[in-house]
DNA sequence: GTCTATACAGAGATAGAC
DNA sequence: GTCTATCTCTGTATAGAC
């Protein structure tokens, strides 16, 4: 653990924290105590905790929309070399699918998918202008190409349903970190692929659905 | 606004503050400011700026889920008195447009709708704890019912499709403080009943999709 | 360049005068 | 019920050691 650099570990004990406790909830002496590093060194690497906060997004955000683009883009392409239009569940498979099976690349990862999925709802501005800032481009992809795959469905509907599927995703997103208590009588909560799966079929059927 | 008691100018700026900037993000000094009473004055009447956020939580929510209980409970009634089973629909249609029909009832109902939208996903276990509290009764009655309405989809599907459900309208509840930024090119996102009706016709096409 | 020690303003909480 | 004074802890900034 000694071996990180100072950064890495102000960044990956923050990611751990901000996920579990929220970003406002964390101190900056608690997290420097754990990370072991002194208090300062957050501001002289990164310049404040906003800062510090924008970077531990950016560092994992980043290659994964690259991911995600690069999956939607293919699911394109594999539809304009037959001659087709895409399907939604592909569209949406290309993007919903990275997003949780990144979960299990690191346990690291985790925390940040939680930390991602209450970003929409982050009432802090210059957080949720961050995220916003980095998933739009890919939002207007998947929009775009969505209008392609369903082209009967009115623009302001699929903006909506499509929101709705976003709403799912993060909500799905935190509960990895935090899950709901079990409730007495109630079923094992899905998990893994499955969940994935039923909550591909969950959106697609919605996103499809006559107007 | 003067003739309004302390206590309640308290909570009425706690709504609009704790839903606009966030809990952790909302200071006691900006907040009893705002309301013209003094800092003093939440630690007397509510004892610690955690109790207010639940007493500002609890004023709306437990006549919100009186009303949505009812509501679900009528809908038994009268599939009942049919000597039919209650369809999913009318059961969400229960659950989801009191909550969302709530945010026009007065100038401070919208901010609270915000709130709550964002509580699931709450980092803090005391805040979280508090609304999961509130609502669980009134989820095991929407599960329940539910069960009934699909007798065919197995439980723990049922439940996963349901917590999508939760997902997609807690993040229309945030949206309606916090709207998402208007993209060039993109349309005029939906309001009022027209969301609604979309938001039900969404998840109850995804809640009745085959497995 | 990197890190440590320390200073400072603002936060929530509380005791006690009125 | 209300207000002032005060306590501890927070984020931030900086001076200086290595």
Redesign the pocket.
Known sequence: MKRI???TRILNTAEQLFARDGF?N??????TDLAN?????????F????NLLQSVIERRLIPLNQVRQEKIEAVLAAAQQQGTTPSAIDLLRAFIEPTLAFRGTDSGAKDFIALVGRALSEPDETVRNCFIQQILPLFKLLFTTLQQALPELPANILLARLQFTMGALSHVMCSSVRPLPQIPGFPEPLAGEELVEQLLTFVCTGLEASC
């Open positions: 650099d100072t950064k406002h964390t101190s900056l002496r608690t997290l590093v002194n208090l300062a060194a957050v501001n002289y690497h310049g404040s905790k906003e």
